[in-house]
């Protein structure tokens, strides 16, 4: 069978080339407006879930007039079944650092903080380390810029931004209305470039190695490649990096164990495809985007528990301050549970449907707003299932 | 930096607002109403209950109105399908985690979200009902206030409250998800932590889910039992927006016709706080002159300035807790309601020969702070608990309600006498920079022999609305006795709001403010902005109640303290003097150091 899934080492490669120090020094020679317009040019969309084009994010920054602003990456990585950030931190935590430092100096911040996922603290005492070594090399290079680390504290909201912030401020993590915005006021309601590990690393590869390289990867509106956590039912769980923008069906080619049933691209907020759908399906943002994770189920799964762990989740993760969110949560939880005792009928679930309709549009952040992808792209699947 | 205005339509209709207006306010100008849950114009923007969503031409989400800002060309829909749907949805989600008895909830008739419901029609109970037992226990362990788990929606108005303007923060929101509700420091039971009792939580809540520990039927018990002689008196900011709650517009006085309804709901004596008003200007202005003497001639260390009022309980809890290092320089003066107990089961209960054991004493109050002071154990200096039970202006208007009176039909009437007369002073104690004003009034003449320098004697630099307010007052020509007065900037200060009170106890502590004599009074505006005052509350309501106890106090014939003819009569027939023997029995206090948390 032929198969068109593209293997990349973009990410992880550890030659000499690539020094990070060795990028940082050579792309802090350019100006800014260059640095950004590769940006742009290469296409780079963020690798945190929400998919903004990264260049754009850095120049809104840099027009910002303020004294403070700030770059921080998001390592909270909470999204289940996405476990690629921390691989990218203990294997080339210096990319991560120099993306920063460019970022800084780039928008004109002098201070950095990576917000660490409460559960990765094991990797801090290696990560301090090697980051002391860094911040030493930055004011040898005379750059205006220190990067910190900051503890997260095991919510899976805080990975939102403006939660994320007001985490960072000791303020319970609950996200900000927007507008505005990071780029205006994020942390300490200074203009804030926030961006995921992932992302970080490819803005130092491409100083590194040009935007060409990079647009040469992947689809029109998909450029580049993407680190992806494989899981579920697979023989070879585990980091891939691969070109963005594959369909579906060479994705299970590879990884599947040869009876794969659905897979759910993009994590417990995803969307769920079923094996009909695996041929017209494609991988990135013309198609179903994901934060990384990719989620195998084979035959023998039930997707009513895929859908009730689901559902669980967000009903204990919401941070609960959104009508819909908090009590949507709730009502999809226990409604397919009553339609599984028969204690509502079947057309309940179409009631529900039209709930994350509301969810979608009404709840205050993107976890609120995208309950109902996992939902309805399950129910809609596998109605069945989840009825008898 | 000048505003400039921003064009926008709503619901196909041009309008130019000034840029930074939400759409909620600009929808507003041009008479669109969108509902609201979580918003309130004393608090910061939440944006979390979402009922206010609208529809913005090219948006994908809908937007939250109160915490959207208008943008040039941007086109809102307030009432399109999309909104509608949705805003159904929500007030039903609201309902399904709701414990909708209404019929048994003191905040049946008045409250937001039940007006939301029936705005909606909500009939049919689409969703799962998610109310659990656990949410169902009530605390009731605070003599003021009630929480009610299970009709709380989450807008988080309280604590903000809490947080913004009492700076408080004993209420606050823990857990997330379907564990989210709102607690206290630890769980504890309310009556344990640092709240205040102040009640302004209870005038922002949407719902039931905080009310005031009612003591109507207890009341109405004692009204009805033949063995018991009840007295009721009336706070200076009750007559000023009991209206509001009867259908009267806000600012209108109705002092005579509260008194003609109490008098019909079968009291035995309708008598006046602002008697004992007067009265604590007797003793306090007294007091602050004895501490300056004592401070400023005597050298003595013990005398400690600036001396601070006593009136509000709130203010004293909030102290008790927060700063109770400085607990000597509150004054000693019981607050009004509690003198007036005392007063009324010693003096008169004397007088009118009845027994104390069979007098209750009733208050009518703007302030939930009032229930639990009325309990604290230093209360009963007449050997009994001076004030019986507390009730809202709220409650009383619910009572007035329950009697089937017609407010509006009712003539005026006179309070009884005597602990019925008062002055104009007495009626400013109401407002924020009335204790103050009413004690300069007196103080200034006892110390001069002459008016306080100001027209008509309004002592404007000591009025309004401003968070914290200072003056100075200089004193001059005063008469022998007071000659260590001479020429003495006398500097005050006044705060509202705990939030504001402990901005100014740090400037007191820090030392960068050097004041004589500070008012604080717990609540935003003061009394008339209490918690037990009439709801909703804002800014421009508690202006219009201000305006209203400002007019009254120029309505009365007698405008100082010292001229009320009743309380120079309880001076020679009981007391004696200002700070006497009897004073300090009945009339004086002390304070106790509480928990910080
Ligand atoms: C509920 C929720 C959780 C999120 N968690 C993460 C996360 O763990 N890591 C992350 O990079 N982005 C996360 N995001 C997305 C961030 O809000 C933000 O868009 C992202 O960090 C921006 O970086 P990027 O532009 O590089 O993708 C989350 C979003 C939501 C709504
Ligand atoms: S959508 Fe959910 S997580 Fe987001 S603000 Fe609302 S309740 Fe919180
Ligand atoms: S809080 Fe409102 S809706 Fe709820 S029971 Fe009370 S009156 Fe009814
Ligand atoms: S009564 Fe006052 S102090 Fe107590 S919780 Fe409410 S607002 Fe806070
Ligand atoms: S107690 Fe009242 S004010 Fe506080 S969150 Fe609940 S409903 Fe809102
Ligand atoms: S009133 Fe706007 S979100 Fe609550």
């Not at chain 2, 910061?44 to 009922?51: L, S």
Request: hydrophobic share 35%.
């Amino acid at each position: 069978m032929e198969n068109n899934l593209k293997k990349v080492d973009i990410i992880f490669e550890d030659s000499d080339k690539c020094a990070p120090l060795k990028v940082l020094e050579k792309t802090l020679k350019r100006t800014a407006d260059d640095i950004i317009l590769d940006l742009i040019d290469s296409g780079l969309k963020g690798r945190g879930g929400a998919g903004f084009p990264t260049g754009l994010k850095w120049k809104f920054t840099r027009n910002e007039t303020s004294d403070v602003k700030y770059v921080i990456c998001n390592a909270d990585e909470g999204e289940p079944g996405t476990f690629k950030d921390r691989e990218i931190l203990d294997r080339v935590p210096e990319k991560i650092f120099t993306g920063m430092a460019i970022c800084g100096y780039v928008v004109g911040a002098r201070e950095g903080y990576i917000y660490l996922r409460g559960e990765y603290n094991f990797l801090l005492k290696s990560l301090l380390k090697k980051l002391n070594d860094f911040n030493a090399a930055l004011k040898k290079l005379n750059v205006d810029f220190q990067i910190y680390f900051k503890s997260g504290s095991g919510a899976y909201v805080c990975g939102e931004e403006s939660a994320l912030f007001e985490s960072m401020e000791g303020k319970r993590g609950e996200p900000r209305n927007k507008p505005p915005y990071p780029t205006v006021a994020g942390y300490n309601s200074k203009p804030t470039v926030i961006n995921n590990v992932e992302t970080l690393v490819y803005t130092t590869m491409i100083c590194h190695m040009g935007p060409e390289k990079f647009k040469a990867l992947g689809t029109s509106d998909s450029r580049g490649s993407k680190v992806f956590s494989v899981s579920g039912d697979t023989p070879i769980p585990g980091i891939y990096e691969l070109e963005l923008g594959m369909p579906l069906h060479d994705f299970v080619n590879e990884f599947g164990d040869g009876d794969t049933k659905a897979v759910q691209v993009g994590g417990a907020s995803g969307h769920c495809v079923p094996r009909k759908k695996f041929n017209d399906t494609i991988i990135g943002f013309e198609g179903i985007p994901t934060g990384g994770s990719m989620m195998i189920f084979n035959s023998s799964r039930s997707m009513y528990n895929v859908l009730h762990d689901y559902l669980e989740f967000f009903a204990e993760e919401s941070c609960g301050q959104c009508t819909p969110c908090r009590v949507g949560c709730q009502q999809l939880l226990k409604g397919i549970e009553a339609v599984k005792r028969g204690e509502r009928p079947p057309a309940y679930l179409d009631d529900l449907k039209k709930l994350t309709g509301t969810m979608k549009i009404a709840a205050k952040c993107g976890l609120g707003q995208s309950v109902g992808n996992p939902f309805n792209s399950i129910i809609d699947n596998f109605r069945e299932e989840i009825i008898y | 930096m000048s505003k400039y205005l921003v064009n926008l339509k709503i619901n196909n209709m041009p309008v130019a607002v000034e840029e930074g207006t939400t759409i909620l306010e600009a929808a507003k100008r041009l008479n669109f109403r969108i509902p609201t849950l979580c918003n309130h114009p004393d608090l910061t923007v939440a944006g979390n209950c979402r009922v206010c969503v609208v529809e913005v031409k090219g948006a994908r989400l809908l937007a939250a109105s109160c915490a959207t800002p208008v943008s040039e060309g941007m086109e809102v829909f307030t009432n399109s399908e999309k909104v509608r749907k949705a805003r159904k949805h929500i007030v039903e989600l609201l309902l399904s985690e709701h414990n909708a008895d209404c019929t048994k909830c003191f905040k049946n008739g008045h409250c937001e979200l039940q007006e939301l419901a029936s705005e909606y029609r909500i009939g049919d109970h689409v969703f799962l009902d998610l109310v659990t037992p656990e949410s169902m226990i009530q605390d009731i362990s605070s003599p003021s206030i009630v929480k009610d788990d299970s009709k709380c929606i989450r807008c988080q108005r309280c604590v903000r409250t809490c947080a913004e303007l009492q700076g408080v923060s004993a209420l606050a929101v823990v857990n997330k998800g379907d564990h989210q509700k709102i607690s206290t420091f630890l769980n504890k039971p309310l009556h344990e932590v640092v709240c205040t009792n102040c009640g302004q939580c209870i005038n922002r809540c949407p719902t039931g889910a905080l009310t005031e520990r009612n003591y109507i039927e207890e009341v109405w018990n004692a009204i009805y039992d033949p063995s018991k002689f009840v007295v009721v008196q009336t706070a200076p900011a009750t007559r000023i927006a009991l209206g509001e709650d009867l259908g009267i517009p806000v600012g209108e006085r109705v002092t005579g016709k509260m008194v003609s309804a109490l008098k019909k709901l079968g009291f035995n004596k309708v008598l006046d706080t602002d008697f004992t008003a007067d009265l604590t200007i007797m003793e306090e202005g007294t007091e602050l002159l004895t501490r300056l003497k004592k401070a400023l001639v005597d050298k003595d260390e013990k005398t400690v300035l600036p001396m601070m009022t006593s009136c509000s309980p709130g203010w004293i809890k909030f102290q008790e807790h927060m700063y109770s290092d400085m607990l000597d320089n509150l004054s000693t003066c019981k607050s009004p309601q509690q003198m007036f107990g005392a007063v009324a089961k010693t003096y008169y209960a004397d007088k009118i020969n009845i027994k104390a054991q069979d007098m209750i004493v009733v208050s009518i109050m703007p302030c939930v702070a009032k229930k639990f002071e009325c309990e604290r154990p230093e209360m009963r200096d007449s050997g009994y608990q001076d004030v019986d039970y507390v009730l809202t202006t709220r409650e009383l208007a619910m009572m007035i309600k329950q009697a089937g009176i017609d407010f509006h039909k009712l003539d005026e009437d006179h309070y009884d006498s005597i602990l019925g007369e008062s002055s104009g002073a007495a009626v400013i104690f109401g407002a924020t920079g009335g204790v103050m004003e009413a004690a300069l009034r007196t103080a200034y003449e006892i110390v001069t022999g002459r008016e306080v320098p100001f027209t008509n004697l309004n002592i404007q630099p000591v009025r309004g609305m401003e968070g914290i307010k200072d003056a100075t007052i200089k004193i001059k020509n005063v008469k022998p006795e007071w000659s260590f007065l001479e020429g003495v900037d006398l500097h005050v200060a006044i705060a509202h709001g705990l939030a504001n009170a402990r901005q100014l106890m740090e400037k007191v502590r820090r030392g960068e403010a050097v004041y004589h004599f500070i008012e604080v009074m717990g609540c935003p505006g003061g009394c008339l902005g209490g918690g037990g005052q009439p709801i909703p509350t804002s800014p421009e309501i508690r202006k219009k109640r201000a305006e209203a106890i400002y007019s009254e106090d120029e309505d009365m014939p007698i405008r100082k303290s010292h001229e009320n003819p009743e309380v120079l009569e309880i001076y020679k027939e009981f007391l004696g003097e200002p700070l006497s023997h009897k004073s300090h029995d009945l009339l004086h206090t002390h304070y106790k150091p509480r928990k910080r948390y």
